[in-house]
C-alpha cells in the first residue's frame, strides 16, 4: 500500500477517505480488533509506519460515542463525544487501511500465522494482531435505557459527573463504583438517588462512611428500575419495590448506571491470559502472553479507564507490534 503523508487537508477541501476492503487471501503485518481510541489510534500509529493494516470493528468510536460531553481530552476544552469521534475517524481513514465496519469477530487462533474468525465465518491473516475491542457497561435493559443513552442515560461518573452541577440524578447500584460515583455528585447535585436492588450496600464500609456525610443522597433499598422516561433527554425515572411491586415517579435529569463493565474478551478465552475481571493481561509494551498478539485501551488489565489513556495505550501497542513485524 502507498502511504500519502501529506495528510492536512485545506480549510475548504473535504475529508477525503482513502479505506479499502480487508482481502481474505492477504496476510496483514498488523490486525487490528476494535474501533475505540485505543484500536484508531494503533492504526494511525500502524500506517505511519508503513506496515500493511487491517481493522476490523463492530462500532466505530466504542465507548466513546456514548459520552455526552468530553471536557478532558487534551487539545480540546469541550467536545461532544460523537464529534471526538468523527475526529479519529477522519484521522484513520486518510490512510489506504483495509477496514471493516459492523462485524464481530468470533475467534483468534495463535498459530505461525495468526487467523481472525468473524461471526460470519469470513477469516482474514495478520503476522500480528491488537485485541483493542474495548468494555461494554452492563445494562440495566429496562424500557429507554438505549433511547436515552448519550441524552442522560450515562455509564461514566468521572466522565460526565460535572454536567449534572445544581441538578437531581439517580445511580443505579450498590457496590464501589456506584457509591463513589454518587460521593462525587454529592458533590455538586442538588439532589441524588440510589437504587439499590439488594437490601444493603456492597460498597467498602470507607466508601460508605464518607457517603453518610452527605445530607442530600437518598438510598431506595431492594428497588429497581422499571422505565427511563423522556422525550429528548431524560425527565423521569420510574422505580419498583421489588417486594411490594409498588411503582414510584422520581424526577431526574440525569441516570447513571454503575453496576460494572464486561470486558469484551469472550472471543480470546482460551487463548489469551485473563485475570479474575476477565481483562487481557499485558505488560508495560502491551504484550499478551502469545507472541505476536498484543492488547491495549479497556479491555486490558492497564489501570485507569479513560479516553487519553486508552489512546496511549493503543500507541503503544501500535509500536510494539510494529517492531515485532519488522523483526521477524
Known amino acids: 500500500m502507498g502511504l500519502d503523508f501529506n495528510l492536512k487537508p485545506s480549510q475548504d477541501e473535504e475529508t477525503e477517505y482513502k479505506t479499502v476492503d480487508l482481502d481474505p487471501e492477504m496476510t496483514y503485518d498488523v490486525l487490528i480488533i476494535g474501533g475505540g481510541p485505543a484500536g484508531l489510534t494503533a492504526a494511525v500509529y500502524c500506517m505511519r509506519k508503513g506496515v500493511s493494516t487491517a481493522l476490523i470493528t463492530d462500532e466505530i468510536g466504542g465507548q466513546v460515542t456514548s459520552t455526552t460531553e468530553i471536557e478532558n481530552y487534551m487539545g480540546y476544552m469541550y467536545v461532544e463525544g460523537e464529534e471526538l469521534v468523527d475526529k479519529f475517524e477522519d484521522q484513520v481513514k486518510q490512510f489506504e487501511i483495509a477496514y471493516q465496519e459492523g462485524k464481530r469477530v468470533k475467534s483468534i487462533t495463535d498459530d505461525q500465522i495468526n487467523q481472525v474468525t468473524l461471526e460470519d465465518g469470513t477469516t482474514y491473516q495478520a503476522k500480528s494482531i491488537i485485541v483493542?475491542?474495548?468494555?461494554?457497561?452492563?445494562k440495566i435493559n429496562c424500557p429507554g435505557e438505549e433511547r436515552l443513552t448519550g441524552k442522560g442515560v450515562a455509564y461514566c461518573a468521572i466522565c460526565d459527573a460535572p454536567l449534572y452541577a445544581d441538578k437531581e440524578v439517580v445511580i443505579v447500584g450498590g457496590g464501589n463504583s456506584a457509591i463513589e460515583a454518587a460521593i462525587d455528585l454529592a458533590k455538586i447535585a442538588k439532589e441524588v438517588t440510589i437504587v439499590q436492588l439488594l437490601d444493603h450496600l456492597t460498597a467498602d464500609e470507607i466508601l460508605i462512611e464518607r457517603l453518610e456525610e452527605y445530607d442530600n443522597v437518598n438510598i431506595l433499598y431492594e428497588s429497581e428500575v422499571a422505565e427511563i422516561e423522556g422525550e429528548n433527554k431524560v425527565e423521569n425515572i420510574v422505580v419498583q419495590d421489588t417486594q411490594q411491586n409498588n411503582k414510584q415517579d422520581i424526577a431526574a435529569d440525569g441516570i447513571f448506571i454503575e453496576i460494572g463493565w464486561i470486558p469484551n474478551t469472550s472471543f480470546v478465552e482460551g487463548v489469551l491470559q485473563l485475570n479474575d475481571y476477565n481483562e487481557i493481561m499485558v505488560d508495560c509494551k502491551c504484550r499478551t502472553n502469545k507472541e505476536g498478539i498484543f492488547a491495549a485501551g479497556d479491555i486490558t488489565n492497564v489501570p485507569f479507564k479513560q479516553i487519553i489513556i486508552a489512546?496511549?495505550?493503543?500507541?503503544?501497542?501500535?509500536?510494539?507490534?510494529?517492531?515485532?513485524v519488522l523483526k521477524s
Not at 483493542?132 to 452492563?138: F, N, Q, T, V
Open 132 to 138: 483493542a475491542a474495548g468494555k461494554s457497561s452492563r
Open 311 to 324: 489512546s496511549g495505550e493503543g500507541a503503544k501497542a501500535a509500536l510494539s507490534a510494529c517492531d515485532y
